[in-house]
């Protein structure tokens, strides 16, 4: 945090936009880390204020998504939704295809947490498909995983374990043991 915090006042001192929300940003991302979620959560919003200001769609996009994962850490689901949302609309009028699918994971997740099983299946069937055409195979086996979960909570073991073989076949060809293992 050390560094982050003199990045941060380097870039005060010399007035760097840019500078100042990418250091909130990177504070932000620590205090998460720390599980300090409303720490995290005041510097994301320094950040996005900045990047507002800035018209930085892009920096905006992923401080929304990064202000819906630390929203469902707290178990703040409807709002950790709303800056879901928010973080798609702009990856979708950049037409950001991964980005895309990664906001689209998340919201099937948080509509999972929310009990609403077949909207998560819904989500996720919709980043799989931006996945495969983006061949992102790595992005493919985790949305397999994730609607074997689903599956598993609506205890529909077979297509469950489909799923998780789908996802097991991928896995196995990349260096990643903990998702291999998963």
């Known amino acids: 945090k050390q560094l982050g915090e ?3 006042k380097l870039a005060k001192s010399i007035g760097y936009q840019k500078g100042i929300a990418q250091s909130y940003n990177d504070l932000g991302i620590l205090y998460i880390d720390e ?7 005041d510097f994301f919003i320094n950040a996005l204020s900045i990047r507002k200001n800035l018209q930085d769609s892009s920096g905006m996009a992923a401080l929304y998504n990064k202000l819906g994962i630390v929203y469902q850490k707290q178990g703040r689901l409807s709002d950790a939704l709303n800056a879901q949302l928010k973080a798609l609309a702009i990856y979708e009028s950049s037409q950001n295809m991964a980005y895309q699918a990664v906001c689209l994971n998340n919201i099937a997740i948080i509509h999972q947490n929310l009990g609403d099983l077949e909207r998560s299946l819904a989500y996720h069937q919709y980043a799989l498909a931006i996945r495969i055409d ?3 195979n790595k992005g493919e086996a985790a949305s397999y995983l994730n609607m074997a979960n689903v599956f598993l909570k609506l205890a529909d073991t077979n297509s469950a374990v489909d799923f998780y073989q789908k996802a097991s076949t991928i896995f196995q060809h990349f260096d990643d043991n903990e998702a291999y293992s998963t």
């Open 6 to 8: 003199k990045a941060l």
């Open 134 to 136: 983006l061949s992102d």
């Open 35 to 41: 599980a300090n979620y409303e720490r995290a959560i």
